[in-house]
């Protein structure tokens, strides 16, 4: 019964492959299966190692599409010898030529038992399958020829591939203010920034500084407020910055920095205090450690949680942020 179950186990996969009159699926020396959809002139020369072979290609986990190269850019890669090929899909490469279709399939449970598991998405488990189909659009002799078509087709798809990433960064950034606005009310209920802000004012006091306070928490010491362009979300500003930390009044960092107001690339005692000034203005940033760093402090800084900053500022330039422009 034991090897019964075992055969029946390999077949449910199989069974979906090969079903639905599919049943001349082929097997490669390593048990690779695959099928040629469609051929191309039998005239032209099949794939030889060493050539580049451009392609379309959709892979699937199951029969969940994980990538498609169709509206995207197309894939390159070199033909392998048999040698580089053990039970992986570039197996079939030689079998093919420019203008041929075909559907490679592989079984997780032999990928993990070749020691290839590592090579697996995230998500696959043991039973599943993986299938990916390749439609060859060309074979290049040489690399000089491959690089003039993959340069082409870079340019070609550099509008898309500017607006993914402008998509992806603007889920980023969605993402980030949830968890701030999570990060913030635990601190909220812990009492953490009622503290931070009792301390802070008490610093200031004593030190005799007259500060002015944002919504969040950050005080400002504004020396000169600046007569240019005023700080908004989505300039670009240059800052010019002394940090020091309050607690033992010692400069950790001097540089001039340039970033995009409201992106999330800066702290957020930054991102807050630095709206009260104008191209040309000059203060101090008193931030408390809620709105510097928080507690999750990176391995190897130089801060503890909720260590308490301060910056002195000189806003040297604010200007419009001005992305490339995208060719629809």
Request: charge should be positive; include cysteine; glycine fraction near 8%.
């Amino acid at each position: 019964m034991k090897k019964t179950r075992i055969l029946l186990m390999w077949a449910i996969p199989i069974a979906a492959i090969v079903s639905c009159n599919n049943l001349d699926f082929k097997k490669t020396k390593s048990g690779v299966l695959y099928k040629i959809l469609s051929t191309g002139n039998p005239k032209d020369s099949l794939a030889k190692p060493g050539q580049i072979m451009k392609f379309n290609v959709i892979s699937k986990l199951n029969d969940s599409v994980l990538y498609t190269s169709y509206g995207k850019m197309p894939g390159f890669v070199r033909v392998p010898n048999s040698m580089e090929t053990e039970y992986s899909p570039a197996e079939v490469f030689p079998l093919l030529r420019k203008g041929d279709s075909v559907v490679v399939v592989t079984l997780t449970d032999s990928i993990i038992a070749k020691g290839q598991g590592e090579q697996l998405p995230p998500g696959t488990k043991k039973g599943d399958r993986l299938s990916t189909t390749f439609k060859i659009l060309e074979l290049f002799s040489n690399d000089s020829l491959a690089r003039l078509d993959y340069d082409a087709e870079m340019k070609k798809d550099e509008p898309r591939r500017q607006k993914e990433s402008a998509e992806q960064e603007i889920k980023m950034q969605e993402q980030q203010k949830v968890d701030l606005q999570k990060e913030m009310a635990e601190y909220k209920q812990s009492g953490e920034i009622d503290k931070e802000l009792k301390a802070m004012e008490a610093y200031l006091d004593a030190k005799k500084i007259h500060a002015q306070k944002t919504g969040m928490g950050v005080f400002v010491d504004i020396k000169l407020q600046g007569d240019g362009p005023a700080i908004d979300s989505g300039k670009v500003v240059t800052i010019k910055y002394t940090g020091r930390k309050i607690d033992t009044d010692s400069i950790f960092q001097s540089n001039t920095y340039s970033f995009v107001l409201g992106k999330m690339q800066v702290i957020q005692g930054w991102e807050q205090g630095l709206q009260l000034f104008k191209k040309g203005g000059k203060g101090t940033l008193y931030i408390p450690g809620f709105l510097a760093y928080g507690s999750k402090v990176a391995p190897g800084s130089p801060f503890k949680p909720f260590e308490p900053l301060m910056f002195d500022v000189e806003v040297m330039d604010v200007k419009d942020n001005t992305p490339p422009p995208v060719n629809q």
